[in-house]
């Protein structure tokens, strides 16, 4: 089973990156909240972290920087981030946050699935 949490407070992000990953081998958690990231990962650690750029109270660039600070802190595993920019500019903010991936919304779904794809694959031949 593969794990994406995906952390956004919009409902059209959940419905578009549901209907691009979705497969019985996948699973979704959800977090309204970039606060809320984490503690879902310290919980159960995702295969998978999504990021909308804009997330209410910490965005996706302050949330991406607080995992890899965990992280590098080894009091989190490294997971990979994918960040879903809202304009090109934001790229570089997502570079700067350590993001393994960005996107630049609207989303293509089948760009959206391949670029899962590579960052699951080569997250399991580093770790494998």
């Keep these: 089973m593969t794990d994406v949490l995906l952390a956004t407070d919009a409902d059209w992000v959940v419905e578009e990156v549901a209907a691009a990953l979705a497969a019985p081998e996948v699973t979704f ?3 309204r ?3 809320d990231v984490r503690p879902a990962v310290e919980a ?3 295969d998978l972290v ?3 750029f804009q997330i209410g109270n910490m965005g996706g660039m302050a949330t991406c920087l607080d995992l890899r600070l965990e992280s590098g802190m080894g009091r989190l595993p490294r997971v990979p981030v994918l ?3 809202d304009r090109e500019a934001d790229v570089f903010l997502a570079r700067r946050s350590e993001a393994d991936a960005w996107l630049v919304k609207p989303l293509n779904p089948l ?3 391949r670029t899962a794809q ?3 694959q080569r997250d399991a031949a580093s770790t494998g």
Excluded: N
Aim: charged share 20%; glycine share 4%; aromatic share 0%.
């Design 29 to 31: 958690r959800v977090v």
């Design 33 to 35: 909240s970039g606060q």
């Design 44 to 46: 159960s650690t995702p």
């Design 50 to 52: 999504i990021l909308d």
């Design 83 to 85: 960040m879903l920019a």
């Design 111 to 113: 760009l959206l699935r």
């Design 118 to 120: 590579e960052l699951l």
